[in-house]
């Protein structure tokens, strides 16, 4: 099994001024030798924020996260079977009046297909995706 890493961790490591290998080495070292990749939703969520920023050193500082994750880890496409997988949770939890946000839906529904858990620091609405490994960090 690997390991998805969901934004909410990887945000929360850029703020707290981490690297990209700080965050690495802290995830292995707690689950063991796996692959870790990310989605491309969450490449979404970080580059958003490095657009949002309010200085251009928050900015700069950002985007070179970015840029460090996308060479160090290796990111998933969101693609068709993807799209109809989240479709499908987003349908079964509506019918049950649940909604899951649309990120956490996305980034759920990428790790099912590959047999990867989710690692997240906000395990909330993950655990509402059913067969999904949640990994609360």
């Known amino acids: ?7 909410s961790i990887l945000i929360g490591a ?4 981490q690297s990209v290998t ?7 070292n707690a689950f063991g030798n796996q692959e870790v990749a990310i989605p491309s939703v969450a490449l979404v969520e970080l580059a958003q924020g490095s657009y949002r920023a309010n200085t251009p050193e928050r900015q700069v500082r950002r985007q070179a996260f970015v840029d460090e994750l996308l060479a160090d880890v290796p990111g998933y496409p969101f693609t068709a079977q993807i799209a109809l997988l989240a479709g499908r ?6 019918a049950k009046g649940v909604k899951i946000p649309f990120q956490d839906l996305l980034i759920g529904a990428t790790a099912p297909g590959l ?3 989710i690692v997240t620091g906000n395990p909330r609405h993950f655990q509402l995706i059913p067969k999904l490994t949640v990994i609360a960090f």
Not at 1 to 7: K, N, T
Not at 14 to 17: F, I, P, T, Y
Not at 23 to 28: P, Y
């Open 1 to 7: 099994m690997g390991l998805i890493l969901d934004s």
């Open 14 to 17: 850029e703020r707290q001024g």
């Open 22 to 28: 700080q965050v690495l080495e802290a995830v292995l």
């Open 89 to 94: 949770f987003d349908g079964e939890q509506q």
């Open 115 to 117: 047999s990867y858990a």
